[in-house]
Nanobody, 121 residues
Framework: QVQLVESGGGLVQAGGSLHLSCAAS????????MDWYRQAPGKQRELVAR???????YYTDSVKGRFAISRDNAKKTVYLQMNSLKPEDTGVYYC???????????????WGQGTQVTVSS
């Protein structure tokens, strides 16, 4: 079994910062992409940032220059540093990872439970 556990959400005023973490554990052989998604009330879940196993990080346009994604492969952890937060950044943030597990063919999608980020104006 594989688990993704997120931490670091909370309530912050506009202009403030938050740091999210997501640690993967369990039966893991290799991790490809590690991402952060968010879902605002009444909206579809959207990709916010992606840290590929090898390659340039991806950011959705609305967070470029404000958010930074990083990963520590030894710790199987992905981070999201969020600066200059805006009320429109409010939502539930989900960690996602593509993981190869011993004994299984191919990679599988895994999701964290989500962490609430609320930005007040």
């Amino acid at each position: 079994q594989v688990q993704l556990v997120e931490s670091g959400g909370g309530l912050v005023q506009a202009g403030g910062s938050l740091h999210l973490s997501c640690a993967a554990s369990g039966s893991i052989f290799r991790i490809d992409d590690m991402d952060w998604y968010r879902q605002a009330p009444g909206k579809q879940r959207e990709l916010v940032a992606r840290a590929s196993a090898a390659g340039t990080p991806y950011y959705t346009d609305s967070v470029k220059g404000r958010f930074a994604i990083s990963r520590d492969n030894a710790k199987k952890t992905v981070y999201l540093q969020m600066n200059s937060l805006k009320p429109e950044d409010t939502g539930v943030y989900y960690c996602h990872a593509e993981i190869y597990s011993p004994g299984l063919t191919g990679k599988y999608d895994h999701w964290g439970q989500g962490t609430q980020v609320t930005v007040s104006s």
